[in-house]
């Protein structure tokens, strides 16, 4: 296609004339790969952060619906006695 022929032009047709300076192949050093690794650092970081507001909020909406459903208890119970009337209890 299109970029074969590129290729062919600019790369293999002239390639002999270009001398080669290195005999190993280009790596990345850890200078240039250190931006992966502090966003790898940053993502988990963030998503511990993230994980202890989850646990957070979760262990606050069970304490809310536990205060619910204990005020709900005391709301039954208070209309039941106002039903049918106090209760007398003897304690000795």
Known sequence: GFME?????????????C??????PATLGLTNM?????????GIISGVFIT?????CAKKRRTDEHHSHLALN????WRENVRVGPVRMNFY
């Open 19 to 24: 001398e080669r300076t290195e005999s190993s």
């Open 5 to 17: 022929k590129l290729d062919s032009v600019w790369i293999h047709v002239n390639a002999d004339d």
């Open 34 to 42: 250190a931006g992966v690794f502090i966003m790898v650092a940053a």
């Open 74 to 77: 005391a709301v039954h119970m």
């Open 52 to 56: 202890f507001a989850e646990i957070a």
